[in-house]
């Protein structure tokens, strides 16, 4: 009986990939709302979602690969992983069509006032205050807002996961 090391089974350098490439894709956003300052939409907190749960299956798919469990089993939440990451693209595909004006968005996203400063009516405050419109961009870099670089982002690591789920056959 041959026996691989855990990092060479196959899947495992993908899922470690994929998995670290989310994690990054996220923190990043992270970083922009709370070091740099930039407050997140409606869509763009909603955009958040496929990160948040793909990082652990993301994880899980590591553990798999790494303690050699059948491969189906890493190919499955590979799978599972691309998925969400195409449905994250599909929902960055939307909000930048919001932002373009190509069609509307939801109701909820109109914007509204700033946050409150005033402490002593903090509670009265969340009912009225509202996130940023979902229809301007915060920031575009290189022609594209943060929705257009998180299709970006998704596509590549939905081909990523896709990929070694592939090799991990």
């Known amino acids: 009986m041959t026996t691989t090391a855990p990092t060479n089974r196959p899947g495992t350098g993908h899922a470690i990939l994929v998995t670290l ?6 923190g ?11 407050i997140p939409c409606a869509l763009c907190l909603l955009q958040r979602d496929p990160y948040y749960f793909g990082i652990p ?3 899980l798919a590591i553990g798999s690969a790494a303690f050699g469990l059948p491969a189906w089993i890493t190919r499955v939440l590979l799978i599972i992983v691309g998925i969400m990451m195409l449905v994250g693209a599909g929902m960055g595909v939307y909000h930048s ?3 373009w004006s190509f069609w509307p968005g939801p109701a909820s996203c109109g ?3 700033g946050v409150t ?3 002593g009516n903090l509670l009265g405050d969340l009912n009225t205050v ?3 419109s979902c229809t301007e961009a915060a920031l575009r870099v290189l022609g594209l807002s943060f929705a257009g670089w998180n299709v970006i982002a998704s596509v ?3 081909a990523i996961a896709f990929i070694g789920a592939k090799k991990a056959a």
């Open 97 to 99: 069509g919001v932002e």
């Open 111 to 113: 914007g509204g006032a």
């Open 130 to 132: 509202h996130g940023p």
């Open 156 to 158: 590549v690591l939905a």
């Open 21 to 26: 490439g989310m994690a990054a894709a996220v």
């Open 28 to 38: 990043g956003a992270l970083g922009f709302q709370y070091l740099g300052g930039y």
């Open 117 to 119: 400063t005033n402490a």
């Open 57 to 59: 299956v993301g994880i």
